[in-house]
């Protein structure tokens, strides 16, 4: 079993920036595909950003040039740094760890989830 913890969430304004921390337990990080996902009131869960084994990287069409997603794996620790945060950014954030390490968008095939962490843009 991996525990995901997310952490960095928070209240910015338009414009503003955040990063987010994922920290994982156990040995196998760096084997996983990591991704975070998001998920606003009444919308479904999609993907933001993902980080394969190999730091190959793939973002929602929404977020890219704005989001860049990273890991350190000597530090079992994935990461988002979001700028250009948006009001339509608003939503809770999400860890999740593949060990199939697919590179999917599809939230089915993770396989470990964080317990999420708000983030909430102002206009």
């Known amino acids: 079993q991996v525990l995901l913890v997310e952490s960095g969430g928070g209240l910015v304004q338009a414009g503003g920036s955040l990063r987010l921390s994922c920290l994982a337990s156990?040995?196998?990080?760096?084997?996983?595909?990591m991704a975070w996902f998001r998920q606003a009131p009444g919308k479904q869960r999609e993907l933001v950003a993902l980080?394969?084994?190999?730091?190959?990287?793939n973002y929602a069409d929404s977020v890219k040039g704005r989001f860049t997603i990273s890991r350190n794996n000597a530090k079992n620790t994935a990461y988002l740094q979001m700028d250009s945060l948006k009001p339509e950014d608003t939503a809770v954030y999400y860890c999740?760890?593949?060990?199939?390490?697919?590179?999917?968008?599809?939230?089915?095939?993770?396989?470990?989830w964080g317990q999420g962490t708000q983030v909430t843009v102002s206009s």
């Open positions: 999740a760890a593949d060990r199939s390490n697919l590179g999917s968008s599809l939230y089915a095939v993770y396989d470990y």
């Open positions: 156990g040995r196998t990080f760096s084997y996983y595909t």
């Open positions: 980080i394969t084994s190999s730091s190959g990287t």
